[in-house]
């Protein structure tokens, strides 16, 4: 596979679900994003980590936990969830830290649904 | 505060028509932007960028957009649309603030009748 790779593509689950969001790149990058994209809202950046390490937290509820294992898998755990955290949430990644710069390669994104 | 326009919720052109989809910016030094794509049911794909130089960008799939300080603007074009330029179109800027993101419009999404 290539690029930015995001399962499943498609979630729905229950307030009181726990469930994991996989983000993968193949692209060698050291940088990776979580972005959640609701309708009529600009995209709104969750969290951005660098070689495995967490540098930025844009004031997401802990109801989001991201994780990342290694350079090339990144994972969003969702647990007790509300409604309004439907959305499509996407994965992207970069050759190093985003400084304004550089380009960020996009997955398909996963839409969730909460019921 | 930083910020990023996009006038047009929605546009719809005829396939062949020329296209242009708006961007003005609100940004205090001098910008980094993006134009990407969304085709339904993908991610984002950039089309161009600009950092500084010619001040007209030539992108993929036949997209330019020129960038004008005066008038805080980074307008799409492209001279002949094709159905499959159908998608929704994001104008970002890359902020050098400190964090580590783009500042994203409201996206315009793009209806291209046959």
């Known amino acids: 596979e290539t690029g930015v790779t995001q399962t499943p593509r498609h979630l729905v689950m229950g307030m009181t679900n726990k469930k994991s969001l996989k983000c993968e790149q193949h692209l060698g990058h050291n940088a990776m994003y979580w972005y959640k994209q609701s309708a009529k809202k600009p995209l709104e950046l969750m969290f951005v980590?660098?070689?495995?390490?967490?540098?930025e937290n844009n004031s997401v509820p802990s109801r989001f936990s991201p994780e990342c294992p290694n350079s090339s898998h990144l994972f969003l755990h969702l647990h007790t969830l509300q409604p309004e955290d439907s959305a499509l949430y996407l994965c992207a990644s970069s050759q190093d830290l985003f400084q304004g710069l550089e380009t960020q390669y996009f997955g398909p994104g996963t839409r969730l649904l909460v019921l | 505060a930083q910020s990023v326009t996009q006038p047009d919720i929605h546009i719809t052109v005829s396939e062949g028509a020329s296209l242009e989809l708006r961007c003005n910016y609100s940004y205090g030094a001098t910008p980094y932007l993006f134009w990407y794509v969304q085709s339904p049911g993908q991610g984002l794909q950039l089309l161009l960028k600009y950092f500084s130089g010619d001040t007209l960008v030539q992108g993929i799939k036949g997209f330019e957009a020129e960038f004008k300080r005066s008038q805080s603007s980074f307008n799409l074009r492209k001279p002949s649309v094709h159905w499959s330029d159908a998608a929704e179109y994001f104008c970002a800027v890359g902020s050098t603030s400190g964090t580590y993101k783009y500042i994203f419009g409201t996206g315009t999404r793009l209806k291209v009748l046959a």
């Open positions: 980590y660098s070689l495995e390490e967490r540098v």
